[in-house]
């Protein structure tokens, strides 16, 4: 099976979906980056110090809300980056 994208590069929409298509992995890839650093900070703290729970809490909401806008967009993460 195969799948074809077609874009004419002479038309600025279809540019933009071009982009948009061959930099998608990238895009996937700087969420992920995100998604992990916010992790990190939250199990290791701030270069090995503990953080506030306020800190904490900060981080732990910025996390779920940005899983939430992947999800509420079809994004799985796992299933484009593996």
Same mark, same amino acid.
């Given at each position: 099976? +195969?799948?074809?994208?077609?874009?004419?590069?002479?038309?600025?929409?279809?540019?933009?979906?071009?982009?948009?298509?061959?930099?998608?992995?990238?895009?996937?890839?700087?969420?992920?980056?995100?998604?992990? *650093?916010?992790?990190?900070?939250?199990?290791?703290?701030?270069?090995?110090?503990?953080?506030?729970?306020?800190? *904490?809490?900060?981080? +732990?909401?910025?996390?779920?809300?940005?899983?939430?806008?992947?999800?509420?967009?079809?994004?799985?993460?796992?299933?484009?980056?593996?």
């Amino acid at each position: 099976m +195969e799948g074809i994208l077609k874009f004419n590069l002479d038309d600025g929409e279809d540019q933009s979906a071009h982009l948009r298509c061959v930099k998608s992995l990238g895009m996937a890839l700087a969420l992920w980056d995100m998604d992990q *650093y916010l992790r990190n900070k939250m199990k290791y703290g701030n270069n090995g110090a503990e953080l506030s729970d306020d800190v *904490y809490k900060a981080l +732990e909401d910025a996390r779920e809300e940005l899983r939430e806008f992947m999800s509420s967009r079809g994004i799985d993460l796992d299933e484009l980056v593996n």
